[in-house]
């Protein structure tokens, strides 16, 4: 059998398919391309059973979502995280405060404390001192009391005996004489002169005298007479010759200065 024989079989071969074949074939071809579209169609247009809008199943949440409400959440503890340590801190500083707040106040309590105490010891300090110049002002007040009443007497038992200028005693006396004398009887030691007696002792005035003070006649530093006041508006001296050692009425001849001796 030659070659070009051979291919004409074949060719006969081959077109012997039946027509409804081929047709079948492109029928299907075509049939399966509607059916894919229409599939394709159906799943855009319609939920499928699977949705979670009709079957009520929890929907599966993208990456991106989740990743954020991650980040939310990291947020929002991070923010619980500094809240805690901010109340903390606040917890701390009113512990402190109120711990600063107690120690002044012990503090200031103490030193009230101490004030109280140094006052009542200033205050029992003084109260002591106020005894002590109280008993000292009796003591004092009692011995010259005592002293002033022991010149008034010596004074009393002169009168009468006469003056004699420049003399100190016993039988006779001159102005100056006469208070020496009856001064040292308690132990003061008086000037002998009249003017240097106005200035012994402290000043006082005329008008302010007590008993046992001297009383002048004449400015302090140049009296040219002395006596002794014996109370009662009533002074001792050595008057002149004429009178002698006498009692006087001091507003009969008023002095013009005075001293307090004791």
Same mark, same amino acid.
């Given at each position: 059998?030659?070659?070009? /024989? ?21 029928? #299907?071809? $075509?049939?399966?391309?509607? &059916? ?10 319609? %939920? ?10 929890? %929907? ?15 947020? /929002? ?17 009113? /512990? ?35 005894? *002590?110049? /109280? ?10 009391? #005592? ?5 008034? *007497? ?11 200028? #420049?003399a100190t005693g016993p039988s006779a006396y ?7 004398a009856a001064f040292r009887t308690i132990g ?7 003017? &240097? ?5 402290? %000043? ?14 004449? *400015?302090? *530093? ?38 307090? $001796?004791?």
């Amino acid at each position: 059998m030659s070659l070009q /024989t051979s291919h004409i079989r074949r060719r006969r071969r081959a077109s012997q398919s039946p027509n409804w074949v081929r047709r079948a074939g492109v029928a #299907g071809g $075509v049939i399966g391309t509607l &059916a894919l579209t229409g599939m394709s169609s159906s799943a855009n247009a319609e %939920p499928s059973a699977a949705d979670p809008a009709t079957t009520g199943s929890i %929907p599966v949440i993208p990456a991106l979502s989740t990743t954020a409400t991650a980040a939310e959440a990291a947020d /929002t503890i991070d923010e619980t995280v500094v809240e805690q340590q901010l109340d903390a801190a606040r917890t701390e500083a009113r /512990t402190e405060a109120m711990k600063a707040a107690q120690k002044k106040k012990a503090a200031a309590d103490a030193r009230s404390r101490a004030a109280a105490k140094a006052a009542k010891a200033r205050e029992t300090a003084t109260a002591s001192r106020s005894a *002590g110049r /109280t008993a000292l002002a009796a003591s004092s007040s009692t011995s010259a009391t #005592g002293s002033v009443a022991s010149v008034i *007497g010596f004074l009393k038992a002169q009168v009468g005996k006469p003056y004699v200028y #420049g003399a100190t005693g016993p039988s006779a006396y001159d102005c100056s004489g006469l208070t020496q004398a009856a001064f040292r009887t308690i132990g003061v030691d008086l000037p002998r002169t009249s003017q &240097a007696q106005s200035t012994f002792g402290t %000043p006082v005035s005329v008008s302010a005298v007590q008993p046992g003070d001297l009383v002048f006649w004449g *400015g302090a *530093g140049s009296a040219y007479h002395v006596a002794v006041y014996i109370g009662g508006g009533q002074y001792l001296d050595a008057a002149n010759p004429s009178k002698g050692v006498v009692i006087q009425q001091m507003s009969n001849y008023m002095p013009t200065s005075a001293v307090r $001796v004791l």
